[in-house]
C-alpha cells in the first residue's frame, strides 16, 4: 500500500472510481447508493442510513415529484375552473362536482406514486446489480424496498393534503366531515397502491418493462377512482363493479368519511383484502437480482 493509497482502493482503481460504480451511473448516484453502507460501519442503523439516501435521490427526480406532489392538486384547480363543476347537482345529493373531485385528487397521487413511479426505480436498482451487490452488505435489499414504500407512501399523502387544501381555499370545499373515518380510508389505499407498485416491480424484468406495465395499470386505476366519471355519478350496475377494486372501493370509502360518514365495512374490507393480496404477491414473485 502506498502513500497516496486508501485501505478500501484496488491498485487498478483509479482515485475518482468507486469499487461499486458501474458505466451507467453518475459519481453523484454512487455515492448516495453506497453511503448506507459507509453510515452501517460506523455504528448507525443501515435502514436510517439507506432511508438517508433514498431520500436524496428521491428529491432528484422532478418528474416524479410533479406527478406524485403537483398533478393532483393542480388538476382539481383545472377542474375547478369549469364553470358546471361549481354548480350544486341533485344527481349527486345536493352536492357540486367539484366536492366529488377532491378525493378522486387525493387517489390521483397514490395511483401516481404507486404505480408509476416507485416500480421503474426499483427494477432499476435490480437491473444496474444495486441489489445484489447490497446483499453482500450489512445492509439488506428489503432496507432499500421498505425506503422506497415510504418515501413514496409520504409524498402520497402530502399530495393528499396539499389536494384538501386546494379544495378548501380556492373552491369552497368542506374539509372531511369524518377525518378519523377518512384517515381510516386512506391509509389501505395507501398501502394497496404501494403493493400494487411492488407487484409491478416484481414481475418487470427491466425499468422500462416496469415503466410500460406502469403505465397500462394506471388509467384503468383512474377510470376505477372517478377521474373521468366519479364513482358517485356511475351507474348502479358499473358503480358495483368499480367498488370492487381498490380504488373504487377507496372512492366510495372517501366519499363517505368526507359526508361524515363512517366508511363502510364492505369498502374498507375489500380495500384490505386488496392490500393484503397485493402484498402476498409481491413478496411471492419479487427477487432482488
Not at 115 to 128: N, S
Request: proline residues 9%; contains cysteine.
Amino acid at each position: 500500500m502506498t502513500a497516496t493509497q486508501t485501505p478500501d482502493q484496488t491498485p487498478d482503481q483509479t482515485p475518482d472510481q468507486t469499487p461499486d460504480q458501474t458505466p451507467d451511473q453518475t459519481p453523484d448516484q454512487t455515492a448516495d447508493q453506497t453511503s448506507d453502507r459507509t453510515t452501517a460501519r460506523r455504528g448507525a442503523s443501515p435502514r436510517n442510513a439507506v432511508l438517508r439516501a433514498e431520500a436524496r435521490l428521491f428529491g432528484r427526480e422532478p418528474g416524479n415529484l410533479f406527478w406524485i406532489l403537483v398533478f393532483p392538486p393542480l388538476l382539481l384547480a383545472i377542474l375547478g375552473c369549469i364553470p358546471p363543476f361549481l354548480k350544486v347537482s341533485d344527481d349527486l345529493g345536493g352536492i357540486r362536482l367539484i366536492d366529488t373531485y377532491v378525493p378522486v385528487a387525493v387517489l390521483v397521487a397514490l395511483i401516481a406514486a404507486g404505480v408509476q413511479a416507485m416500480p421503474p426505480v426499483v427494477t432499476g436498482y435490480r437491473e444496474r446489480g444495486i441489489l445484489r451487490r447490497m446483499s453482500a452488505t450489512p445492509v439488506r435489499p428489503s432496507a432499500l424496498l421498505s425506503a422506497q414504500m415510504a418515501l413514496h407512501g409520504a409524498a402520497a399523502l402530502a399530495s393528499a393534503l396539499l389536494s384538501l387544501a386546494v379544495g378548501r381555499l380556492a373552491f369552497g370545499v368542506q374539509l372531511p366531515q369524518q377525518p378519523f373515518g377518512y384517515v381510516l380510508a386512506l391509509l389501505p389505499a395507501v398501502a394497496a397502491a404501494l403493493a400494487m407498485g411492488a407487484l409491478v416491480a416484481a414481475r418487470a424484468r427491466t425499468a422500462k418493462i416496469a415503466a410500460a406495465v406502469g403505465s397500462a395499470v394506471f388509467f384503468p386505476s383512474m377510470f376505477c377512482a372517478g377521474v373521468w366519471v366519479p364513482v358517485a355519478a356511475m351507474p348502479d350496475v358499473l358503480a358495483r363493479v368499480v367498488g370492487f377494486t381498490p380504488f373504487g372501493a377507496a372512492a366510495r370509502a372517501l366519499d363517505q368519511a368526507a359526508a361524515g360518514d363512517w366508511p363502510s365495512l364492505s369498502h374498507l374490507g375489500v380495500l384490505a383484502a386488496w392490500a393484503v393480496l397485493l402484498t402476498a404477491a409481491a413478496s411471492r414473485w419479487f427477487r432482488w437480482e
